[in-house]
């Protein structure tokens, strides 16, 4: 099971911290990331972490502005968010890449329920 939180809504500008609890699962096997889809819109990769290996990966329009990372004690993973802009409202969705590596969407086979960010101008 995967149980996104932290969205909310902030100002454009502002910082938020996602969090992604894991469970019934070996945690340090997989890579978990995080993807965002607006209504009409395709899926966007926003960004990764391999447990495995540790390695990150964020998309073009988040670089430098959001950061990934884990708590591996805890099975969890944080998306920093900072600097945020109106165009980064969306749902946010974390999912499981079964092969611990990350990415394009169909590397990952579990997908939990999405949390609501909103950036106001």
């Known amino acids: 099971q995967l149980q996104a939180s932290g969205g909310g809504l902030v100002q454009a500008g502002g910082s938020l911290r996602l969090s992604c609890v894991a469970s019934?699962?070996?945690?340090?096997?997989?890579?978990i990331g995080w993807f965002r889809q607006a209504p009409g819109k395709e899926r966007e990769g926003v960004s990764c972490?391999?447990?495995?290996?540790?390695?990150?990966e964020h998309g073009d329009s988040v670089n430098g502005r959001f950061t990934i990372s884990s708590d591996n004690a805890k099975n969890t993973v944080f998306l920093d968010m900072n600097n945020l802009k109106p165009e980064d409202t969306n749902v946010y969705y974390c999912?499981?890449?079964?092969?611990?590596?990350?990415?394009?969407?169909?590397?990952?086979?579990?997908w939990g329920q999405g949390t609501q960010v909103t950036v106001s101008s």
């Open positions: 972490i391999s447990m495995r290996d540790g390695r990150t």
């Open positions: 999912a499981r890449a079964r092969l611990g590596i990350c990415g394009p969407a169909y590397f990952f086979d579990y």
């Open positions: 019934g699962f070996t945690f340090d096997s997989y890579a």
